[in-house]
């Protein structure tokens, strides 16, 4: 692999992955349910230092970094808890998808280093996927189990800063 076909491959990673980060954070501003938000969270700062790595990996290579893409729309049907569930469901693919997609194609890389990297990204997709296909059946031990006296009553704002 030459260091421009790295190069190439790493930057469409990247932007694969920024897309996947906007979508996460564009439908938990739609979930309300706290359990399921909580998850959201988690794994969008997971998705954050992935995109970390790779920013550096592109500037080792020389390669600037690309400008993210334009945020597509999420559509939601309906609302509220049964709208999180669709919307997860979704997700749990769209992870299946891109790992479907990259997991043969990582294997060609000669870049150790690089390689290891987007492998570990791979499996914590898959790991991420699974906290999605939980969200959709509608658990709430996503993170864990909360002890009985903590209640999870009420919805977490679309909006966090509000003026």
């Known amino acids: ?92 693919r769209f992870a299946a998808a891109f790992v479907d997609r990259w997991r043969d194609r990582i294997e060609g890389i000669t870049h150790a280093r690089h390689r290891g990297m987007m492998k570990v990204i791979l499996g914590e997709t898959l790991e991420h996927k699974r906290f999605f296909e939980q969200a959709a059946e509608g658990r709430t031990d996503l993170l864990g189990t909360s002890l009985a006296i903590n209640e999870h009553s009420g919805k977490v704002l679309g909006d966090r800063w509000l003026e």
Do not use: C
């Open 1 to 92: 692999m030459t260091p421009a076909d790295l190069q190439g491959l790493l930057r469409e990673f990247y932007l694969e992955r920024v897309a996947l980060l906007q979508r996460h954070e564009a439908v938990a501003r739609s979930v309300p349910g706290y359990d399921a938000n909580n998850a959201y969270q988690y794994l969008i700062a997971r998705e954050e230092t992935h995109l970390s790595w790779l920013q550096r990996a592109l500037l080792d290579l020389g390669t600037p970094v690309p400008a993210d893409p334009a945020p597509q729309a999420v559509a939601v049907s309906g609302k509220g808890e049964a709208a999180a569930r669709v919307l997860a469901a979704e997700d749990a």
